[in-house]
């Protein structure tokens, strides 16, 4: 089926860096997402996004988080600087289209901040 | 606002057994419910979505789902559950006016061979 790539799978990085994930969406996708996973519990959603802007954002979605995807190629999350609790593992998704369409998931990107 | 409960944070049976999963959602407006599995240190996947018609509603490896207005629930069914079958079965709600998706804490489900 259609698959969602993360870039990287893994990383550990240091408190107050910036790391950005990477999410290649399904191709003809035009609904993008991040969600926040800790210790494989609830899916807490961050963040939307639909022709080239932020559509809705949740409380988790803080200011020193960002996301872009530049001319039709990854979308990206990048969060400067990094904090402790920022440590969990963050999935992408991407969707067809609006109301209800089947998400597509990634693998997830886990990131540990030390 | 918009709630999603999944009473059962875990279920164990044993293979051949049949299960259901459990899930209670609140929301004013038309909605879409649907079903992911989340096998260990993957991503989710669709299993199966409801929005009009048909309460019952199959979907992939023999899941079902019914759902309910009156009981305002969407719960999720296998006749005879495989060991493979132990995941994390998360519970989503989407209104059908706007594109997000919110879901359930999840319940991790081990069946035993």
């Known amino acids: 089926g259609p698959k969602v790539l993360q870039i990287p799978s893994h990383q550990i990085i240091d408190m107050g860096q910036m790391v950005t994930l990477n999410c290649d969406p399904v191709?003809?996708?035009?609904?993008f997402y991040w969600y926040k996973q800790i210790l494989g519990q609830q899916m807490e959603f961050l963040v939307n996004?639909?022709?080239?802007?932020?559509?809705?954002k949740s409380k988790l979605f803080k200011d020193q988080f960002s996301v872009e995807r530049p001319d039709g190629s990854y979308f990206t999350l990048k969060i400067q600087p990094t904090a402790l609790e920022d440590s969990a593992v963050y999935f992408c998704?991407?969707?067809?289209?609006?109301?209800?369409?089947?998400?597509?998931f990634g693998e997830g990107s886990r990131l540990i901040v030390v | 606002t918009q709630t999603v409960s999944q009473s059962d944070a875990h279920v164990t049976v044993f293979e051949g057994d049949s299960v259901e999963l459990r899930c209670n959602y609140s929301?004013?407006?038309?909605?879409?419910l649907s079903w992911y599995i989340q096998h260990h240190g993957h991503g989710l996947q669709f299993l199966l979505k409801?929005?009009?018609?048909?309460?019952v509603v199959q979907g992939v490896n023999g899941f079902e789902a019914e759902f309910s207005k009156s009981d305002s629930s969407f719960h999720l069914r296998k006749a005879s559950v495989h060991w493979s079958d132990s995941a994390v079965y998360f519970c989503?709600?989407?209104?059908?006016?706007?594109?997000?998706?919110?879901f359930g804490k999840g319940t991790s489900l081990t069946v035993i061979p």
């Open positions: 191709s003809n996708h035009l609904y």
């Open positions: 998704a991407s969707s067809l289209g609006q109301g209800g369409n089947t998400l597509y």
């Open positions: 409801y929005y009009s018609g048909n309460p």
């Open positions: 996004f639909y022709n080239g802007k932020v559509m809705e």
């Open positions: 989503a709600v989407s209104p059908s006016n706007y594109q997000n998706f919110y």
């Open positions: 929301y004013g407006g038309s909605i879409y």
